[in-house]
């Protein structure tokens, strides 16, 4: 008998994974009840979402992570997220050189996923096919996703472990956005530490890190995001890197936060699906008579957005 | 007997309008009240949204475009979008700037907003103190807010025209950006032309224009976004400007698209305020004990988020 795609894709077999992920990722019924199966197979990988602004090197990065992992034996899946939306620095050239650097490693599965989605960040297909790779019994998966926006918050929903990755000579205004980096980042990446300036990266990182996590009484041992200096180009720091990976690992095992980080991120991706359905379904004005009704009114002035709002409202029964 | 505060707006009273804005921003009881109150006196403003990257001088822009609008006998509102947010982009010192250049203009009024809310960009207060403005008879509202993810598509649904504002001499990451400009920009400011480098920008603008709008036989005639150099700093190209706004404003009204705006705002605002709701009362395990119970069987790996999604969605009464 011949065995199904999900079997097979259980086994090993490279090919159903690709099938399987193009189904998934297309959001086709096939692709929907294969992921329902093989949900079950899930919660063996480390997720590690790896964010950065654009130039920051975080395709070598990851490519030198990868490669680093994969000798160790391990299986690695790198999903990329590539920006449909305009904000893209250079994808198509990254893959390029990508492929050629991890080209026929068996441990090494890469797949580009685009970020459509009305939520700007990362979309839900990444959810879903980190899952994928999860049954398929990678043991890491790094989602690579460009740093702008909404992205990096996104990516630190679903990651266990967050890598923010810097370089050195970017101006003020760029730096500025590492403030809201603290919030999300278990680890800090300065690339590129071959070039100058890297060491005043550093100490601008230590210390927004002071300012954020003040000495303070805590219920547990509060992580703090270490900062490391690596140069994905020559090789150095990568060992160092992974240390620093399996030890926040082991931290967020000893006190459950794994199971949180999983628990938040399906939270959200339900939220998602519901929010999709509500914008789709409750909120069109060609479906819906009652919202119909009320923004004709909104048009003659004779009721606010916010009391037609209120209204709706008082009608949802959930 | 003594007037209402909302009575005192709209005789022009400045004390009182900053007073409404105040609550409507806090979302006060009183606020929602008066805004709704206030709503049937809307619709006389038109809204201008000034969006651009970080250090294009928008804020000088917006300075000069509210002096010359004053000069011609317009009551000018300026909504100043703070970021609350990582990006910030010195906005304390560019208030500090504007508040020497236009103290004492009766006919301006300068309102800072948070972009608070959880989508990142513009917030629903925003919608709502420009209402507020658009009651109290100001002329022109221009709001103005920090090109960076979200913003810029956010202020495009609420704006009667966008302007988006560059500046020479950025690289080519940022220039990338400027793609997904095109679907919103009205008009293209090409600010601080007296830098070198600004005849190049103008270029790849005009060669994106014509690749973004193609001629083809349409119903209407397309407004075609024009691209015009302005030096702030200097004051050229200000008066031009405001032609080119008044032209997009009278093609709006004559092809009906300004309603069209503003019910598709309204369908945003009503969205928000449903989406804010059900993620508030319905995604909350700790109040839904039916999605507490999914999120447990999900934890057990007997059941997918997504599956999940469809079973809560499945009930759903709208």
Request: glycine residues 10%; negative net charge; hydrophobic residues 40%.
């Amino acid at each position: 008998m011949n065995k199904s795609l999900s079997e097979r894709l259980l086994d090993g077999d490279r090919f159903a994974l690709s099938k399987i992920l193009s189904e998934v990722d297309n959001a086709t019924q096939f692709g929907e009840q294969t992921s329902d199966e093989l949900y079950s197979h899930t919660g063996g990988a480390w997720i590690i979402g790896i964010t950065g602004s654009p130039g920051s090197g975080k395709s070598t990065l990851v490519n030198s992570l990868a490669l680093c992992l994969s000798e160790q034996g391990k299986k690695i899946a790198i999903l990329a997220v590539d920006p449909s939306s305009p904000f893209s620095g250079g994808s198509i050239l990254g893959d390029r050189v990508r492929m050629r650097d991890l080209y026929g490693k068996p441990n090494i599965f890469i797949r580009s996923v685009s970020s459509r989605g009305h939520l700007g960040g990362i979309s839900s297909s990444t959810f879903r096919l980190a899952r994928i790779f999860d049954a398929a019994g990678f043991d890491t998966i790094l989602i690579e996703t460009v740093g702008i926006g909404q992205n990096e918050i996104e990516v630190s929903k679903l990651a266990h472990t967050t890598i923010v990755v810097e370089a050195p000579g970017f101006g003020d205004e760029i730096q500025a956005i590492k403030a809201g980096i603290l919030e999300i980042a278990d680890i800090l990446v300065v690339n590129k530490s071959d070039l100058p300036g890297s060491d005043a990266t550093v100490s601008a990182l230590v210390g927004m890190i002071d300012l954020g996590y003040p000495s303070k009484e805590e219920q547990i041992t509060p992580w703090i995001p270490p900062i490391i200096k690596v140069s994905s180009s020559k090789g150095e720091g990568i060992s160092e890197l992974i240390t620093l990976m399996d030890a926040h690992r082991d931290y967020m095992r000893e006190h459950g936060l794994d199971r949180e980080i999983e628990t938040r991120a399906a939270i959200g991706e339900i939220g998602d699906e519901v929010e999709r359905w509500v914008w789709e379904k409750y909120l069109n004005p060609k479906t819906n008579s009652e919202l119909a009704a009320l923004i004709a009114q909104i048009g003659k002035r004779e009721l606010s957005p916010q009391a037609a709002a209120r209204q709706l409202i008082g009608k949802l029964k959930l």
